[in-house]
């Protein structure tokens, strides 16, 4: 089975990096033999917080990552979290807490690496 690790730096709305990130990584959850992580670092932890309203036909990051959750993993940095005031009990069911040695260990496993 493939692995591909997606990255993502950039905050859940104001420009489109985690918006595509996600796209891309729910197209490649949807494959057959085909495992995806996502690594949420910096203002990208906020893609993984639960409760988002955003306005009617706008897209909704945590719907997204709840696609790539059903068949894959989520790592949130937990010293990013903590700079922004993300706590576990804030983010979707399913994403975790990791760390920069549970991203470097995916890196180092993955087929693939795509950051945005």
Known sequence: MKTTLVILNDAPYGNERSYNGLRLAGALASR???RVQVFLLADAVSVAKAGQKVPEGYYNLQLML???LRKGEVGLCGTCMD???V???EIVEGAKRST???LAE???EADQVLVF
């Open 87 to 89: 706590t576990d009990t």
């Open 106 to 108: 995916w890196t180092a």
């Open 32 to 34: 057959q033999e085909q």
């Open 100 to 102: 920069l040695a549970q």
């Open 66 to 68: 709840g696609k790539v």
């Open 83 to 85: 700079a922004r005031g």
